[in-house]
């Protein structure tokens, strides 16, 4: 089937249904505040408009927008059709608006500053970063992998092992991520690897994971990409970060 044809089948096939579920996708990638799609009205999309208040550039927003929409849905967008307008900082909530702006009026300069940047932080997403991926071949064809991240300033470390060939090892990494993020989340979070695969697309190489999060009896099914740089490994670590990010953001 043909790009075009995957398209009107994707989108026109399930209006408004599919544009929704394509929406829902993008809302959970890093770098996407709000956004806007225009159906060009014959079963394809016309325009992606996104408000974005990341420090991600506009240039990897549109990339991550561009392999998320192939890998979820067999869609490429010429990228001319993605466009950007980023704020200059996070938005502050209405009642950390109004202790700024108190804090602005007091008379003690020097408590109104410490105040509106305590503001300006409460506001701010606590996000997960990557700090390192050691990765170790064993003898017996056997591959371990540590991964090392960070989150609220604090750092916690996952490891996993399992044969030594390229699939297992994207598993691996995964899953040494998986710990490392299950730690930082609490004991009331579990965390659980449904897939990892590899992709390859307009000459560029990709890793796509599916991970599944509980809390209690609420199963959510979280999905993340990543473009291959380093490694597939490393790929596996940072889109497994992706997936999970703005699902803990919202805990």
């Given amino acids: 089937m043909s790009t075009e044809g995957m398209e009107r089948e994707s989108v026109s096939g399930l209006d408004p249904w599919g544009l929704?579920?394509?929406?829902?996708?993008?809302?959970?990638l890093e770098g996407v505040g709000s956004l806007k799609i225009v159906p060009d009205g014959h079963g394809g999309i016309d325009e992606v408009h996104v408000l974005s208040s990341s420090s991600l550039s506009p240039k990897q927003i549109v990339r991550n927008i561009e392999s998320a929409l192939l890998a979820e849905f067999g869609l490429q967008i010429d990228h001319r059709k993605i466009s950007i307008a980023?704020?200059?900082?996070?938005?502050i909530s209405k009642a950390e608006a109004l202790k700024a702006q108190q804090?602005?009026?007091?008379?003690?300069e020097a408590k109104a500053e410490e105040a509106i940047a305590a503001a300006v932080e409460a506001a701010r997403p606590i996000r997960t970063i990557l700090r390192d991926v050691h990765m170790e071949r064993m003898a017996g064809r056997e591959f371990s992998c540590r991964v090392e991240v960070e989150r609220d300033d604090e750092t916690y470390v996952g490891e996993a092992e399992g044969p030594d060939f390229e699939r297992s090892r994207m598993e691996v990494a995964a899953v040494a991520c998986l710990e490392a993020l299950q730690v930082a989340a609490g004991d009331d979070v579990h965390f659980s690897l449904q897939g990892v695969s590899?992709?390859?697309?307009?000459?560029?190489?990709?890793?796509v994971i599916v991970v599944g999060a509980a809390v209690g009896r609420t199963n959510s099914i979280l999905s993340g990409i990543a473009t291959v740089t380093d490694s597939v490994e490393e790929a596996s670590v940072l889109a497994c970060l992706m997936a999970t990010n703005r699902w803990m953001e919202g805990r």
């Fill in 20 to 28: 929704r579920r394509i929406e829902k996708l993008l809302v959970e």
């Fill in 86 to 91: 980023q704020t200059r900082a996070p938005e």
């Fill in 103 to 108: 804090a602005i009026e007091a008379p003690d």
């Fill in 198 to 207: 590899q992709l390859q697309s307009l000459g560029r190489a990709f890793v």
